[in-house]
């Protein structure tokens, strides 16, 4: 007997569904979970940024991501979350390809993240996006323990690049 696997959509998120990003990052377990209005902002205000995967009508995946005004030719990936049953086949890789080519970002030269340094997934999967890219991978200091309140993991900045020129993808 054959299974068919079925297809993975990425798409712009809308603002319907920021409430469903904030169960899945709620689900996952290792992100810190936002409000859901915070979810919704990024799903309307930055939507040409970020990106869902969809699978069946539901959203198995998502990167929160924007624009900082302070570092213009940088897209900042806020959080990045994949359904856990959907996790190391590719997903989270294949979003972050798709997403530097979305009509927010096209025009990005860097990638940067924040990535707790015990994260080994996370860490991981950045490190294959820059190897993929054919990008360097650069730590910088980010934001120390010194800026949340006592019990906060520090967050070190990865900076990936310069990034390939690519076309801008309006799917
Ligand atoms: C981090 C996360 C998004 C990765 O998603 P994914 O779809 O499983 O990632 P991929 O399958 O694209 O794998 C990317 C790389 O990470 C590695 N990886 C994935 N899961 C891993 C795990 N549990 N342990 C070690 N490495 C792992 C893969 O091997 C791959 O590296 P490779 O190309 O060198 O083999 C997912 O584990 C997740 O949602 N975790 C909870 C939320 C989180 O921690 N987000 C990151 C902080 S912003």
New binding site residues.
């Given amino acids: 007997m054959t299974t068919t696997e079925s297809p993975i959509h990425l798409r712009s998120p809308e603002a319907r569904d920021g409430k469903t990003v904030w169960e899945l990052v709620r689900a996952?377990g290792?992100?810190e979970a936002n409000t859901p209005y915070c979810y919704l902002l990024l799903c309307s205000h930055f939507a040409e940024n970020c990106i869902v995967a969809e699978k069946r009508g539901e959203i198995v995946?998502f990167i929160m991501a924007y624009r900082p005004p302070s570092d213009p030719e940088a897209v900042f990936v806020w959080?990045?979350?994949?359904a856990p049953a959907?996790?190391?086949?590719?997903?989270?890789?294949k979003m972050l390809d798709r997403l530097i080519a979305q009509p927010g970002n096209f025009d990005a030269r860097f990638l940067i993240?924040t990535?707790d340094p015990d994260?080994?997934?996370?860490n991981?999967?950045f490190?294959?996006f820059a190897r993929g890219q054919g990008a360097t991978l650069e730590t910088e200091t980010g934001y120390g323990p010194e800026l949340f309140p006592p019990g906060h993991a520090p967050e070190p900045l990865l900076r990936i690049g310069p990034l390939p020129t690519r076309a801008r993808n309006s799917d």
Avoid: D, W
């Fill in positions: 996952g290792t992100l995946g959080q990045v979350g994949v959907g996790r190391g086949q590719g997903l989270a890789t993240a990535v994260n080994a997934p996370s991981k999967l490190a294959a």
